[in-house]
């Protein structure tokens, strides 16, 4: 059951709005006043405020029957406290259970009577298409023979869990009227597709029929079919425990079996039929996560996105021409330039530290010990040079960054895009040189940057009643001069990003919740963490790459290349200045790529565009199957004035539907019989 195992722990999901800020938001939409106190009619909550049911062929029960869940007085009209409770109801841990025993509270005096229950299930579509007995020993057992008892709210929740169950099987008594035990595979699709369409995926529903392979279908096949969908969230709990987390190994039925043999409610017969609709038969009888995803319906989880811009660029995967590439490369390049800009004036300081150190060579006659530690660097910087001597370098730092980190990460995400295969998986080695690439497209831009900026950064070491500035570097060294060093560059940069995007994915990976959504300060963490042994292990190319590029003064050690630099330094100074300044290039690089890729990631979800290819994994997009679901996708996106708890009204309705398989007509009788596909929402 996707929507409760995906509700937070904490005691309420969303932090309430403040009584005057609600207020406002009621009275702008509240038509009627009576008596001096503003009151909103079902129109102006569900179609208005809402935004639900937007056609003009609407159909008015059921926003009647909508809005009666806020309207607690049960007399058509919603006052602000009762707007106010309702957001108040949105915030609790159980709002989505709390919200279903509301639409069948038709008296509101919390409780539910058969004529309750009965009055709103005769109204789904559900009972339109294959009634329930409304009169049989189910609804004795919960209501009475006489049908007298009143059912309190912790009764409702058992009750409607039951409910959708006891139709299935009775959808099966009716399509096996000679109790034979077998019904054929149309009649089985017939009610899966009515009674389970709110657990179907789009590939589950297509092949039900396929999926028995002609023959009839036993009873124990159905019990076991509707009891997989409804334990799918169970069965990739199962996945992860046999995988130790991993969500794309491959993993075999006995596997699987071995791990769910401790789950009572895990049948081999649901494994059979698990593996069949993920058409392991194919696939060397192994499944991943990705087939769990795809037989698994994604529904209203606790991650409920404000997006700035939403723009849908292509209709589906097939239509991704080559020019919806180029905007998609594009797109991620002009993200990528504002996260490396950001990241980049975060750790700056820093970075003017770790090239300070780098630089302090023996024989100097300035001194051999100019800087005792990065701590001292830093402190006699700001003595000597002021606060803004730590940002000397700083303009053309971020001139050069921008291009330079977009390049990296969309070269990345392009090379990681071309070798991931349909189901969403790359090998570890394609990773590797997916970042060796990256790592290598951005040395174009780092060396000419690079030289230039520890140029600046060392040129406050030196005594000096003339300011140095870029372009005065720039025409020194000429167009070939800029790019001197640039072996030690790709020396150091390839290795980093081999190891450092690799070492993000799956650090991320790791890092995310049980459903696969990653928060943004997991993404800094996963960021930061993967900077510490990409930085760490390529410090001996930095050192060697900052010789090459600073301008060697009086009495210091020059050097003619990678190699004569490697030598003479061992030879020099020993092993050991190697890795100078490695602190400081952990704690810059670190940190920095941390505020880039959760920068990068975040402006994705913001300023989303689907391009018919990959997103980030550890976003929030979910599978959108329902009407209302679908009127969720934008209403939370677009109306400001769905705040506090109203900021999950939408999703939650929808989860009234998608849970519990209560779809109400979207439209008026006469229009709903013309447009059956259209008013189911199939």
């Given at each position: ?12 999901l969303?932090k ?8 406002e938001v ?5 038509s009627?006043?009576?008596?001096g ?9 569900v ?14 029960e059921?926003?009647?029957?909508l809005a009666n869940?806020?309207d ?6 919603i ?6 409770a309702?957001?108040?109801l ?12 509301q639409l ?12 309750d ?7 789904t579509?559900?009972h339109s298409?294959?009634p ?6 189910f ?8 049908k007298?008892?009143?059912?309190n ?12 169950e ?6 099966f ?8 035990g077998?019904?054929s ?10 009674v ?10 297509d092949?039900l029929?396929?999926v028995t ?5 036993s ?17 990739k709990q199962?996945?992860?425990?046999a995988?130790e ?6 993993i075999?039925k006995?596997?699987i ?6 789950m ?5 017969l649901?494994?059979d ?16 996560y ?10 209203y ?11 849908k660029?292509v ?7 080559a020019?919806?590439q180029i905007?998609?490369?594009s ?14 004036t975060v ?10 150190m780098q ?7 300035i ?7 990065s701590?001292d660097?830093f402190?006699?910087?700001v003595?000597?040079?002021?606060f803004?001597?730590l ?16 390049i990296?990460l969309?070269?990345?995400d392009l090379v ?15 990773e590797v040189?997916?970042?060796g690439c ?18 600046l ?13 870029a372009?005065?570097v ?6 070939f001069?800029?790019?001197k ?5 790709l020396l ?9 995007f690799?070492t ?7 890092m ?18 993967a900077g510490?042994p990409?930085?760490?292990l390529v ?6 790459k900052?010789?090459?590029?600073v301008?060697?003064?009086s009495g ?5 290349g990678?190699?004569?630099?490697t ?9 050991r200045?190697?890795?100078?300044g490695?602190?400081?290039?952990v704690?810059?690089s670190?940190?920095?790529?941390g505020?880039t890729?959760?920068?990068y990631e ?5 300023f ?5 290819g ?7 997009a ?6 209302l679901?679908?009127a969720?996708?934008s ?6 004035d769905?705040i506090g708890?109203y900021r ?12 519990f ?12 019989a013309?447009?059956?596909?259209t008013?189911?929402?199939?």
């Open positions: 059951m996707p929507l409760t195992k995906s509700l937070p722990n904490s005691p309420s969303l309430r709005a403040g009584t005057e800020k609600l207020r009621f009275l702008k939409y509240a009627i006043q009576k008596n106190e503003h009151y909103m009619t079902s129109e102006d909550f179609r208005k405020f809402l935004g639900l049911f937007s056609e003009s062929a609407f159909n008015d059921s926003v009647r029957l869940i806020a607690t007085s049960k007399d058509g009209l006052s602000f406290s009762e707007f106010q309702f957001e108040g949105l915030c609790t841990p159980d709002a989505l259970y709390r919200t279903a025993f069948f509270d038709r008296k509101g005096n919390g409780t539910v009577s058969y004529a229950f009965a009055d709103v299930v005769q109204k579509e559900l298409k294959i329930f007995s409304l009169d049989g020993p609804i004795k057992r919960y209501f009475g023979d006489k007298q008892r009143l059912i709210y912790a009764e409702f929740t058992q009750l409607l869990h039951d409910f959708h006891e139709h299935a099987m009775e959808a008594r009716s399509k096996d009227p000679a109790g034979t077998f019904i595979p149309l009649d089985f699709q017939d009610i899966i597709v009515n389970k369409r709110h657990l179907l995926t789009p590939g589950v529903k092949n029929v396929s392979e002609g023959h009839k279908v009873f124990p096949y159905f019990i076991a079919f509707t009891s997989l969908l409804n334990n799918m969230e169970l069965i199962v996945y992860l425990h995988t987390g991993s969500r794309t190994d491959m075999t006995d596997q079996l071995y791990a769910a043999q401790t009572s409610q895990i049948t081999p649901e494994i039929i698990l593996f069949h609709l993920a058409g392991a038969v194919h696939q060397a009888g192994r499944i991943d990705s087939d769990l995803s795809n037989i698994a319906p994604e529904h989880t606790k991650h409920i996105t404000h997006r700035l811009a939403e723009i660029a209709e589906s995967p097939a239509d991704r021409s020019f919806i905007l998609e490369s797109y991620r390049f002009t993200l990528g330039s504002f996260a490396g800009a950001v990241g980049a750790v700056y300081p820093i970075d003017l530290v770790k090239t300070r630089n302090q060579r023996a024989g100097s006659y001194g051999e010990v100019a800087y005792r530690n701590w660097c402190k006699k910087v003595r000597h040079e002021g803004m001597g940002y000397r370098g700083l303009l053309p730092q971020l001139m050069g960054v921008a291009p330079e980190k977009a990296k969309t070269v990345n990681r895009d071309k070798l991931t295969d349909k189901k969403g998986n790359i090998p570890t080695w394609a040189l997916a970042g990256a790592g290598a497209s951005q040395v174009v831009f780092t060396n000419p940057l690079e030289i230039v900026k520890i140029r950064q060392v040129a406050g070491e030196i005594a000096s009643g003339s300011k140095i500035r372009w005065s720039v025409r020194e060294l000429g167009l001069g800029l790019y060093g640039a072996r030690a560059c150091r940069d390839v290795p980093f990003s081999a190891i450092y690799p993000y994915a799956h650090t991320k990976a790791m995310a919740d049980k459903d696969g959504y990653n928060h943004p300060l997991t993404l800094l963490a996963a960021g930061a963490i510490v990409a930085a760490s410090t001996p190319a930095d050192v060697i900052t010789r090459l590029q301008v060697a003064r210091q050690t020059t050097y003619n990678v190699w004569d630099a030598k003479k330094i061992m030879a020099e100074e020993g092993p200045a190697f890795w100078k490695t602190a400081a290039r704690f810059r670190s940190p920095q790529f505020v890729l959760v920068t975040l402006l994705q979800r913001l989303y565009v689907d391009f018919g990959t997103q980030p994994k550890g976003s929030e979910h599978k959108i199957t329902t009407p679901e679908q969720a996708a209403v939370t996106t677009e109306n400001l769905h708890g999950a009204a939408v999703p939650l309705l929808a989860g009234v539907e998608s849970k398989g209560l779809y109400l007509p979207r439209f008026g009788r006469g229009v709903a013309a447009t059956p596909s008013a189911t929402g199939s």
